[in-house]
């Protein structure tokens, strides 16, 4: 389990904008994960999707890696940011696009 | 499976004063709406309010399929 918590550590880190997901972006296996990239998708910045059904052992790492009980899970800049409905209630608000465009830079 | 009325007073049971409304819309006990609103959300940052759920709901996440959350802080207007 250190060695899949530390792959997520750096995944997260390396990337501005990741989310572990079920199914990929273009065939999402679950509501909540295409309704989240259907969001980012909206805002257009560049992401990188992580498959917890084909990459098994990141599934309950990621959860491990949060104490966070469910998928999808958004990370920007390495920090966790929550959840579908966490992802949807910040773009509502308008504060989700500011914090991943100056994530990638585009601020 | 869960039933709606265990979500319902587990939230209440561990977050008391609490406006709370669990929806089961597809009747099969799997789909949740859950819709809480508390003062002890105050000052917390979604991710921190939603985990007091997470926690308060305890061994029965597992067993739902998909739960829709949303929480406010009590003052706070819910859209």
Sequence with gaps: MSDVLAEIDREVKENPVVVYMKGTPRFPMCGFSAATVEVLNEIGVPFKAIDILTEAEKREGVKAYTSWPTIPQLFVGGKFVGGCDIVRELHAKGELAPLLRKAVGRG | ?79
Excluded: C, K, W
């Design chain 2, 1 to 79: 499976m869960v039933d709606p009325d265990e979500v319902r007073r587990r939230l209440e049971a561990e977050l008391p004063g609490a406006r709370i409304e669990v929806a089961n819309p597809a009747g099969d006990g799997e789909h949740l709406e859950v819709q809480v609103a508390s003062p002890a959300f105050a000052g917390l940052g979604l991710v921190e309010q939603h985990r007091m759920v997470y926690a308060a709901l305890g061994d029965l996440m597992p067993r739902i399929h998909a739960l829709q959350l949303r929480t406010t802080a009590e003052g706070e207007s819910a859209r």
